[in-house]
């Protein structure tokens, strides 16, 4: 939501100082320069990246408008789901714990948490974790590395729409001065008639360069700016569930496991120690409730 309010202060600031300079907004309007630019960026886009890839980028910036999951009623409810997983293993054993890691999509346990069985990439991190752990023949410092090495290659996937935007924000305003160039073009072979034909031409033209420039600074590049930062935040996230399932491993206690991963989490959506301890014995805080109620 932020998002689409900066994208209107934006382009509402500059139509406006436009407008208060007694600017004409049809000269703005200039069909054919966005045609030239939009068009041009779309297909440098395509040539760029794999069609997969191209509709990842779309459905991120959709994601764009939506809150961020990363709340800190999810962590919660992700913590909750860790000290559950860790307290059925410590009570029925590991070996019935195989059971639910092989096949999470039918695993009673795992299904408690929909939000988090949704999320394949999340369901199947922690179930081939536990599954490397089950089996006991890696040493605690190799599946560390196991586990790191498998979230760096999560981001670096989950990266490649803001690569790809960053590369198409700094391609833009070179996008406009083509247009520009082209509009030039046009206007030396206009030279000879009326001068407000040329004017006209000449403005054309400039607006290329204009619009070239504002789609790059001004939308472009920061959309790939908000989407690195989401990246970010669930790269966040896997570092948690990375904090809590290795302390399992090294054989701590369920709840002291917990507090591993509590402790991992980011200042800003980090429960508390007693609204972790109430979550996972089933009695949400006043506080987790009223994070809740706002993330819903």
Do not use: W
Request: net charge neutral; aromatic share 6%.
């Amino acid at each position: 939501m932020f998002s689409i309010i900066g994208i209107v202060v934006v382009f509402g600031a500059i139509v406006g100082g436009f407008l208060i300079e007694k600017g004409r907004m049809p000269v703005l309007l200039q069909p054919a320069e966005l045609l030239i630019i939009g068009g041009s960026a779309l297909g440098t886009l395509l040539v760029a990246n794999p069609l997969p890839l191209v509709i990842r980028i779309f459905k991120s910036l959709v994601g764009v408008i939506a809150q961020s999951r990363f709340t800190a009623a999810f962590y919660l409810e992700s913590l909750k789901m860790l000290s559950d997983i860790f307290q059925f293993a410590r009570k029925s054993g590991m070996a019935k714990l195989e059971e639910d890691i092989e096949n999470p999509e039918k695993s009673v346990l795992l299904s408690t948490y929909p939000k988090m069985a949704r999320d394949h990439h999340i369901l199947h991190f922690v179930c081939d974790t536990l599954r490397t752990a089950v089996a006991g023949v890696v040493a605690p410092h190799d599946l560390d590395a196991l586990i790191e090495s498998d979230i760096d290659i999560h981001h670096h996937a989950i990266s490649a729409p803001v690569r790809a935007l960053t590369t198409l924000a700094d391609a833009l305003p070179g996008l406009g001065i083509v247009a520009a160039v082209l509009g030039i073009v046009i206007t030396m072979g206009a030279l000879g008639g009326p001068p407000e034909q040329i004017g006209e031409k000449v403005a054309a033209a400039l607006v290329g360069t204009f619009l070239g420039v504002l789609l790059s600074y001004g939308l472009v590049g920061p959309l790939a700016a908000n989407l690195e930062k989401s990246v970010a935040a669930e790269s966040e996230y896997y570092q948690m569930l990375r904090a809590g399932l290795m302390a399992f491993a090294k054989g701590m206690a369920p709840m002291i496991a917990v507090e591993f991963a509590r402790r991992a989490i980011p200042h800003e959506p980090r429960p508390t120690f007693k609204e972790m301890e109430a979550t996972c014995k089933g009695k949400p805080a006043a506080g987790a409730k009223s994070d809740a109620a706002k993330a819903a």
